[in-house]
């Protein structure tokens, strides 16, 4: 017996919730939204930090709630806890983002623990010490694990000279860093002019943001962002072929030309990629994944960056089917950046991004998470409307010049992560190929 699966149902307008800013005199903007679904709030302070040194970034994140003048990392940990909250530290190459959530009623007690780790964070040596051995660790695991050595190789194809190249520490820079230096660092560049606070939850946005003011408006510091260049253009050539001896699989990386999120090709852009990589239902996860089998998790996406932004192709397969592998991602390229897609397949990939805009929007972490990364890009959920009409009005004729422009394959740069004793010469009667050996950073 089989069933007819019904219509998809219209889609509903995208609706904003309720919400407040402002800009503390201290430069850090505060963004409350209301969505009161349970009675947490989740909160998000995103830190310029472009151009810091990797190593000290990264651990400075990891100690940074460690201690302070007042309170052990025991004691911040557990007042945390009793109202039931957490916050944690990340940094990547653009921003230092702290993370976490509270019951809606322990609210101001955690910005208060907030504000005196980010005025009086201490870095004390016993836990400096440890952290930089779990970093050290971490790196060294990392230099073991083929999609960070990909990884590493297309950033430099990618980006040359400019900062994004390289985004790993070394080992040798990890254990250089003591304490002195994160005190230094922090000192410099942990401060809140163009700084966003995006609280989301169970709360008042107008009281809300008087008590992040209440707490926050004495942080202060006199450094100012740094504007990263822009990325360079992307330099098609040869295919490089990153030599990993006795590999058993190989990692196929492609980097294409994207748009930022307020460029008007942009959505076309996303609904093209949709349907070559995107997502399951994709054209080119059909092909090497349910009707050939040479992969498990083929994927395309649109990589933003402050500084760029760029459509990474990705895919791991075994070594044996490397070439063959290469040769239908560069055909489903090919075949979208010249043949219009089909209707049926664009309403398709439509609805799935709708849809995805619809649920990140439906919880408070996700909601918090899409307001923080637009904050850094100047931009406000308003933005989420406006996009989401655009992709709606996305024509068939948008999406195949968007498709033309940005994804024929002569556009991009080809990184193969194999063992080039046994992939090399089939790849050559694919693309010319240049070799080197797989470096760690």
Do not use: C
Not at 159 to 184: E, F, K, N
Not at 293 to 312: F, K
Not at 364 to 393: I, P, V
């Amino acid at each position: 017996m089989t069933h007819t699966l019904p219509d998809l149902g219209p889609n509903r307008p995208l609706t904003l919730p309720p919400q407040a800013e402002k800009t503390l005199a201290n430069g850090l903007t505060v963004i409350a939204i209301r969505r009161a679904a349970v009675p947490l709030v989740e909160v998000r302070l995103r830190i310029p930090f472009a151009g810091a040194d990797l190593a000290r970034s990264a651990l400075l994140a990891n100690t940074l709630f460690s201690g302070t003048a007042e309170l052990t990392t025991v004691q911040i940990a557990a007042e945390l806890q009793a109202v039931g909250g957490a916050l944690g530290a990340g940094v990547d190459p653009d921003r230092a983002m702290i993370s976490g959530n509270s019951l809606a009623s322990g609210l101001d007690r955690l910005m208060e623990i907030l504000a005196q780790v980010l005025t009086g964070a201490t870095y004390p040596e016993s836990e400096v010490e440890t952290e930089r051995a779990r970093l050290v660790d971490r790196i060294q695991i990392a230099h073991s694990q083929p999609s960070h050595l990909a990884r590493v190789a297309l950033l430099k194809r990618m980006y040359g000279d400019h900062p994004y190249a390289v985004q790993t520490p070394s080992v040798a820079q990890a254990q250089a860093v003591d304490r002195d230096q994160l005190l230094g660092l922090h000192g410099a560049r942990l401060h809140p002019f163009g700084a966003h606070l995006i609280l989301v939850g169970d709360l008042d946005p107008e009281k809300v943001i008087e008590v992040a003011e209440r707490r926050l408006g004495d942080w202060s510091g006199n450094g100012a962002p740094v504007e990263l260049p822009a990325t360079p253009a992307l330099v098609p050539g040869p295919l490089l072929l990153a030599d990993r001896p006795d590999s058993v699989q190989s990692s196929l990386r492609i980097a294409l030309p994207a748009v930022p999120r307020m460029h008007p090709d942009h959505a076309a852009l996303q609904l093209a990629n949709l349907v070559f990589g995107g997502y399951f239902s994709s054209r080119w996860v059909e092909n090497i994944r349910e009707d050939k089998g040479y992969t498990y998790g083929p994927h395309s996406l649109i990589d933003h960056s402050i500084a760029g932004s760029a459509l990474l192709v990705s895919a791991e397969v075994a070594t044996e089917v490397t070439a063959p592998a290469l040769v239908e991602t560069l055909y489903e390229l090919g075949r979208i950046a010249t043949t219009p897609v089909e209707a049926a397949e664009l309403e398709q990939a439509r609805q799935y991004a709708l849809g995805t805009l619809q649920l990140g929007m439906s919880t408070q972490s996700g909601l918090a998470g899409l307001a923080s990364t637009y904050a850094g890009y100047g931009l406000r959920l308003d933005f989420l409307a406006e996009h989401s009409a655009r992709l709606a009005a996305a024509s068939i004729a948008d999406v195949a010049a968007a498709a033309e422009k940005y994804l024929g394959p002569a556009k991009g740069v080809v990184v193969v992560l194999g063992d080039a004793k046994v992939v090399q010469e089939s790849l050559s009667a694919v693309a010319p190929v240049t070799v080197q050996a797989a470096t760690q950073e």
